[in-house]
């Protein structure tokens, strides 16, 4: 990477990264500029009238309202599957305790009733899994990416002390 940017003719230091996952002092590069200009150094940042706190910025993010919606989100579809799952787990091993013979009763062969809920088990864990990704992809991931980009925003000029 070094030699790429001496044929450029660039340092790397001197980059400009618009990526709001970049932190400049995390990497080592761009701590001079970072210090005394606001926008690290670069001509074109527009600084900033208060500087907040890493801390106070995810707090106020945490209160507010589209990060609320997506705690909700992730509740309202996570207790229920975990309480509906939980429940059949719970039932399987009931009945494998208090009905030995329900639980030992042939279905196909030498396939019997037990056999099937404990295979049952694994398809559920399976189709809970589908439908916890699904959910999230549908119902919260662009909400939590769009929270994400504003936090990275707003962190973006934090120093942390």
Known sequence: MEQVDKQEGRDASAMAVDDPWYDATASGRGEEAAVGAPGGGRPDAVPRQRVHSAAEIYLEVQRSPAFQEVRRRYRRFVFPATLAFLLWYLAYVVAATAAPGLMGRPVAGAVNVAMVA????FLTTF?????????ARLRRDRAALELRWDTQEMTRGVVQP
């Open 118 to 121: 404990g295979l049952a088990q």
């Open 127 to 135: 189709l809970l899994t589908w439908a916890y990704a699904r959910h």
